[in-house]
């Protein structure tokens, strides 16, 4: 018996002794543990800036899906008890590039998908189906020819549309030629002072192409697991202020497990082409006493957001 409890003390006095450990001690010992791993990565972070700033050709993507969906059944405290609803966005983001000792050749596309739907099962006039929210299509191709280590004679085709509703209608082409400075490698400044705004409309009343100036700022990185991107793009009409346009996009994944992460989307668009066409659509004659105009319109700044699942190649 004396010997059984010898071996349970000699079995718990160092469990004991390990459980006596304070906080600050255990935080003490993970404190250099942490110090090594961003070492690491700093190491890590290095290669990869070199590598990325080897000549040739550069590729990317990352996306982000966002889901929501919900249905109520006999759930009288709401107004309407019978309701099965959803929200469903998509964004991706991809890039290839090519960098060479002498030029450059950088493509990009963005692109912003989202239905919704909300069917009131009690109302039988109402629709059922998902219907199409956000919509926003971006393809850009620059190339640039260096004359300084930071500095290049460029020409720009840019491209805007939506491709769930209204193809082109409108759509926006701009083509010009500048210059483009490259202050870090994922930083691209573009401005074109002699850029041509083609506009693609069924509304040849509002809708209107014109000369201007172009000017593009993108800057995509990737630091860790965390991805990053936003692109400015705006035109300034030579013609006409009302003629101008500007589109700025924010993007963000962070990657958690083999790819799969949390990824956040922000857009911002000043266009007042497309407001003065909104408010013609939704005019009526009977009830409104102003006939919309550019002099009158309301231009507001559109805005959209989505939040959710993110995967990055």
């Known amino acids: 018996m004396k010997k059984v409890v010898l071996l349970i003390v000699l079995f718990v006095t160092p469990l004991a002794l390990f459980a006596q450990e304070t906080e600050e001690e255990l935080k003490a010992k993970m404190g250099p543990k942490k110090d090594s ?19 040739g050709w550069k590729y990317g993507a990352f996306g982000t899906i966002g889901v929501n969906l919900s249905s109520f059944d006999n759930w009288y405290s709401q107004g309407s008890p019978n309701v099965s609803s959803g929200n469903i966005g998509i964004t991706a983001n991809g890039f290839a590039n090519l960098k060479e000792e002498k030029f450059f050749w950088r493509n990009a596309m963005s692109a912003n998908l989202s239905w919704v739907k909300y069917d009131d099962q009690d109302d039988p006039t109402d629709d059922d189906s998902f219907q199409e929210a956000t919509d926003v299509f971006n ?18 085709a840019e491209y805007r549309t939506t491709i769930l509703n209204n193809f082109n209608d409108p759509g926006y082409l701009d083509v ?14 573009v401005v074109h002072p002699l850029n041509y705004n083609f506009v693609f409309s069924k509304e040849d009343a509002v809708f209107e192409s014109s000369l201007g100036a172009k000017i ?3 800057y995509t990185k990737k630091i860790g697991k965390l991805n990053l991107k936003s692109n400015l793009s705006a035109f300034q009409s030579y013609k006409s202020s009302d003629l101008s346009n500007w589109t700025w996009i924010n993007s963000a994944g962070y990657t958690l497990w083999k790819g799969i992460g949390l990824g ?39 805005s959209y957001w989505l939040l959710g699942i993110n995967y990055s190649f």
């Not at 890590?44 to 590598?51: E, G, H, R, S």
């Not at 010009?176 to 400044?189: F, K, R, S, Y």
């Not at 082409?273 to 700044?301: C, I, R």
Request: net charge negative; aromatic share 6%; charged share 20%.
């Open 176 to 189: 010009g030629v500048g210059a483009t400075w490259t202050p870090l490698e994922n930083l691209v400044v």
């Open 37 to 55: 791993i961003a070492a690491i990565q700093s190491r890590v972070d290095a290669i990869q800036a070199q590598i990325d700033a080897l000549p």
């Open 264 to 302: 956040f989307e922000y857009g911002l668009r000043g266009n007042k082409q497309e407001a003065l066409s909104n408010a013609l659509e939704n005019f009526n004659p009977e009830t409104d006493t102003t006939v919309p105009t550019f002099d009158n319109v309301d231009n507001k700044v559109q």
């Open 139 to 156: 393809i850009s191709s620059l190339y640039g020819r260096n004359i300084a280590k930071n500095l290049a004679a460029s020409a720009l």
């Open 216 to 218: 593009l700022v993108d």
